[in-house]
């Protein structure tokens, strides 16, 4: 969302307030500062243990309070989060209109990702203006239903945001990532915290990861361990006590994204990386069963492995010793957008409203 905001901030003829309810307290104040965003509100909802019923509750209470006081014209939500859908259900109730971004996303399996794909799907229900970020994006709307009218294709604004922080010549504040050889090894950079893959799903990814890392001498893996527990544990059983498996602390938004410029490959189960990957050429090897994001696989830049262990090894293996596969993918046409998202949403707002 930090792009719009910014782009509302450029438009002299759009008033706008930003609302945050701090559903994750410490990414946010992260990307608040990156961004030198400054917040108008912030419900400052988290609190430790929170069910998905006291998240979505919170949130719908608070935004009420702020939509009776400023009355707007519009309520922008993005993406599929649980805050999101109190956003939209709370601008319904009051009979404001809602603009969705990144609209249209779907796996078609409302339980994976959970509770995300049901937060997705009750929004649009609920949309005025869905911004779509692809072409597949507008077809998932159309499929059920959504006026084309309503619809517009704008590209996705995570692109005009990860563009925005990449530095060359980026110095990290961890001397174990600024002394790894980015340009003569073959550097992993995995993330891996979905619920649905708790559990034997992820004990075959890290095992097969092991394997891969054993069998192949040039090659090391990054892995910014998710904050979960039964993550942690489940990483630490398979990859600890290896010189050239990193397991390291989460990491924030700017350093992510300029590791991520900087890595050979990606073994992802997450959803923004499967299109934040392709926009800086580098393969993604998606350990899910289904992606709401298949525009990456039509493209060539991702494959969908699920979780197999021996697929992983194999599709690892293929990146890392045969150039043309690797080239292949790696000069794959990011299908998600060209980094100007946020000026088309901002534009049809103008238009629209």
Do not use: W
């Not at 438009?11 to 946010?28: F, G, N, S, W």
């Amino acid at each position: 969302m930090a792009p719009i905001v910014k782009a509302l901030e450029a438009e002299p003829k759009i008033d706008h307030v930003l609302c945050v309810t701090a559903q994750h307290r410490e990414m946010l104040d992260q990307v608040l500062e990156i961004f030198s965003l400054e917040p108008t509100y912030d419900l400052n909802i988290f609190s430790p243990g929170q069910s998905l019923s006291q998240i979505t509750s919170r949130a719908l209470t608070g935004l009420e309070t702020v939509i009776e006081k400023e009355k707007p014209d519009v309520v922008l939500v993005q993406g599929d989060t649980s805050t999101v859908f109190a956003g939209a259900l709370a601008a319904f109730y009051h009979k404001v209109k809602i603009g969705h971004v990144e609209a249209g996303l779907r796996s078609h399996d409302m339980y994976s990702p959970y509770p995300e794909e049901a937060n997705r799907k009750l929004t649009g229900v609920l949309t005025d203006y869905h911004f779509a970020p692809t072409e597949v994006s507008r077809e998932n709307l159309l499929a059920e239903g959504t006026v084309d009218s309503k619809i517009f294709v704008t590209g996705n604004t995570v692109i005009d945001a990860l563009l925005s922080v990449i530095e060359e010549g980026f110095v990290f504040d961890s001397p174990l990532l600024n002394d790894i050889d980015y340009e003569n090894r073959q550097v992993i950079l995995m993330t891996a915290h979905r619920s649905e893959n708790i559990g034997e799903p992820m004990d075959r990814i890290f095992s097969g990861i092991r394997h891969v890392v054993e069998a192949q001498p040039e090659t090391e893996v990054i892995f910014p361990m998710h904050l979960n527990p039964k993550v942690r544990e489940i990483a630490t059983r398979h990859l600890s006590g290896h010189n050239r498996i990193h397991l390291i602390e989460p990491l924030d938004y700017l350093t992510l994204a300029n590791l991520l410029a900087r890595v050979r490959m990606v073994v992802t189960d997450s959803g923004g990386i499967q299109e934040e990957a392709p926009a800086l050429g580098k393969p993604v090897l998606v350990v899910r069963e289904e992606t709401e994001r298949p525009e990456g696989i039509d493209a060539g830049t991702a494959k969908l492995i699920g979780t197999d262990r021996e697929l992983l090894i194999r599709e690892l293996t293929t990146l890392i010793t045969e150039p043309a596969a690797y080239k292949a993918m790696a000069n794959a046409v990011n299908p998600y957008g060209d980094g100007t998202a946020a000026e088309r949403i901002v534009e049809t707002l103008l238009k629209q409203v």
